[in-house]
């Protein structure tokens, strides 16, 4: 855990004006001032949680003795949103794991948070299984992903908004050259020198991490080219 991170959390108690949470996943302890909960004046923080409430987190800050300082106000819809899809998505490939490893499931499912997430590990394991049947063996893992393909994923769209300019006289094709970049990503014009970036993709990670690297190949690019680039 690290600060910036978002995360689920379970409202345990409400003492005075702080809020104390217990981490998702966790047996550790974090807490969240008032002027934290909400923007504005809050006159009861219970219109905003209630004990045994899930709510979604920014950490602020970790302090050397171990406290954790949260935020409910700082997080963003978009992120309350991915954080809830993520919590399901880990109950549903939980579930899968416990029913055909049984037993053995905990234990395979703590060696491999310990290098990953459990969605994005189990859906690279499909086109890469090496590693899960190294885990798991060769049967179980066929097992596994036989199950996972049958799976309806939900999909949805990363967007970013990109601006280019430039004051050369070939500047049109300078940016369409940078713009190239973005290949297997939808580009939309929106108006002089602002572009969306769209991509639909199943794993919100693996999506954002694709449109990262492209942004900083193209970011490089236009540098190169002498052309102002920078991203919404």
Known sequence: MEVGDIILC????????????????????????????????IRNLRDYVVPKKKIVCKVLRISESGN??????????????EA???????????????????????????????????????????SNPEKLEKLVGKENS?????VLKTQKKKKATIKKEIHLTT?????ITLIKKVLEIFKGINVKYLSAGRYTLELESEDMKI?????????????KEAKKLGIEFSVK
């Open 84 to 126: 809830i899809e993520k919590s399901e998505s880990e109950k549903s490939y939980t579930s899968i794991l416990k029913s055909i490893l049984g037993a053995d499931a905990e234990k395979i499912i703590k060696e491999i948070l310990e290098e990953n997430d459990l969605p994005s590990f189990l859906e690279e394991s499909k």
């Open 10 to 41: 379970t409202v345990d108690r409400i003492i005075g004006t702080t809020v104390f949470v217990k981490i998702d996943g966790t047996s550790i302890e974090g807490s969240i001032v008032m002027s934290e909960i909400a923007p504005g004046r």
């Open 142 to 146: 066929k097992k596994i992903l036989d």
């Open 207 to 219: 999506a954002d991490k694709k449109i990262r690297a492209m942004t900083d190949s193209a970011e």
């Open 167 to 171: 004051i050369k006289p070939n500047g």
């Open 68 to 81: 954790i300082d949260l935020s409910l106000r700082r997080v963003t819809p978009k992120e309350k949103k």
